[in-house]
């Protein structure tokens, strides 16, 4: 089975830290962007950072910028976003997705070809 599972989510006070797992199952990460986005209430899903197969070339939205880190070991098949100094509009379900193989540095929705079922991120007092 083909899939993608985000771990890592929960509730943190605001300035507190997470880390976020992405593993896949049943296909390779390698050769594919991965990319993390984010949908709050009531909000559209944004992205809010990719990293190439690589792991060369990575971009962030500017609302986590020096404050989140997007990292992979292909060898584990798995892709981390580590989170620090977490604001409560953070709040958040996360979703890992996986890019076309071959396709290069294409992080869009559009360009996604396997998504995660998403892992809650709770930032409140």
């Known amino acids: 089975q083909l899939q993608l599972v985000e771990s890592g989510g929960g509730l943190v006070q605001p300035g507190g830290s997470l880390r976020l797992s992405c593993a896949a199952s049943?296909?390779?990460?390698?050769?594919?962007?991965i990319a993390w986005f984010r949908q709050a209430p009531g909000k559209e899903r944004e992205g809010v950072s990719c990293?190439?197969?690589?792991?060369?070339?990575?971009n962030y939205a500017d609302s986590v910028k020096g404050r989140f880190t997007i990292s992979r070991d292909n060898a584990k098949n798995t892709v981390y976003l580590q989170m620090n100094s977490l604001k409560p509009e953070d709040t958040a379900v996360y979703y890992c997705a996986a890019g076309r193989y071959g396709a290069g540095f294409y992080c869009s929705v559009a360009g996604m070809d396997f998504w995660g079922k998403g892992t809650q991120v709770t930032v409140s007092s």
């Open positions: 990293i190439s197969y690589s792991g060369l070339s990575t």
């Open positions: 049943g296909f390779t990460l390698n050769y594919r962007a």
